[in-house]
């Protein structure tokens, strides 16, 4: 079977971090003994992670400023949050009629030149980037979303404080955990590219079908997510409700938006994602977008903490996730805010006429 293509993302930042610049392989990564001679992954550029807590952060600078961001596959953009941005001295321009649907309600959407940009050993000069945000973040100034991070094949290793940007040739229909020698290896294929509705979607998610309860749901992985989280809405599929005997109340968390929102704490039968189950495991739930007119286009946000558990090889080109369980328990953390699970590329319009889920369409 043929690769299929990455997905279709946001190609203005793409072009400027990476222009001029043709990323060439710093070694090849050993493969299983059961893999095709012809099949060889070429290590193209690795991310030394800082791990706050649970926040994957990837040192770059702006303008000379030594910052911090957030490695987050749940957002569609790369961008900086406004109140750095502010700090920064960066001049912005708001984009009139746009806005982010974000945890916590809405944030205005700007943009900003930035003079210089680096990340490791990439540059990039004189490019304009969004800037949202309507509340402050202390622990990284920028987000870098699927627009840099889908570019290539990646990879997640948490645990070890790395992510690298892997290219797959001659591997077609070849698993590609290639780490996980006399192991086994769970995977999942990944959702197209389609919302629920059917209308194809203009911004990369990784999205795939997992099992709650023997339910059937779909599953978006989050690395900006402090701990993974079950929607409201999905929580109601198997019969659990905050009134439901056992789910407390746990306290308040916030995103980009400038609301804060509830989230309890629940007790689930188990948790099956390609292949694995996770018995009894303990889970939050929220109404990640309570105060906005956006649906819920997924049922649970694994975030970094199950992210961290594991080692994870995000094969765009085949359209598939392997992953490892690397030992780490519990798999699902309960504690510690939800912070960033989810922003929208920030050239979206309200809702007001304009998109049926907040967005444009």
Known sequence: MASRPHPSVPRSVLRTVFAGLALTATGLL???????????????????????????????TVNGTPLKALLDTGASATL?????????????????G???????????VYTAEIAKFSLG??????FKIGVTGERDTKDFQLILGQSLLAMYDLELDLANNVARFIKAEGCEGQPLAYWAVGKPVSEVRLKELEDRAGK????????????????????????????????????????????????????????LGRATIDNWLT?????????????????????????TKRRNTFDLL????????????????????????????????????????????????????????????
């Open 98 to 108: 746009h806005k982010v649907t974000a945890i916590g309600g809405y944030s205005k």
């Open 30 to 60: 050993p493969m299983a003994g059961t893999a095709r001679a012809e099949c060889q992954l070429k290590e193209l550029y690795q991310f030394p992670l800082t791990m706050q807590a649970n926040r994957p952060l990837v040192d770059v």
């Open 200 to 255: 194809r979607r203009t911004r990369p998610q990784i999205l795939f079908d997992i099992e709650i309860n023997g339910r059937w749901m779909e599953a978006k992985l989050d690395t900006g997510a402090f701990t993974s989280v079950m929607t409201r809405d999905a929580a109601a599929q198997i019969g659990i409700t905050p009134d439901s005997p056992g789910v407390e109340l746990q306290g308040k968390s916030g995103g």
């Open 302 to 361: 694994l975030g970094a903490d199950w992210v961290r558990a594991h080692r994870i090889y995000i094969a765009y080109g085949q359209g598939k996730m392997y992953f490892t369980h690397n030992g780490t328990s519990p798999v699902f953390q309960t504690v510690g805010p939800i912070t960033v699970p989810d922003q929208d590329e920030p050239d979206d319009k309200d809702e007001d006429g304009k998109g049926a889920d907040g967005k444009a369409g």
């Open 267 to 291: 007790t689930v039968e188990s948790v099956s994602i390609g292949g694995e189950t996770i018995k009894n495991p303990k889970l939050r739930i929220a109404d990640l977008f309570h105060g």
């Open 121 to 126: 050993g990439l540059q990039a000069k004189d």
């Open 80 to 96: 900086v949050i406004r109140s750095h941005a502010e700090r920064l001295g960066l001049p912005l321009v708001e984009k009139a």
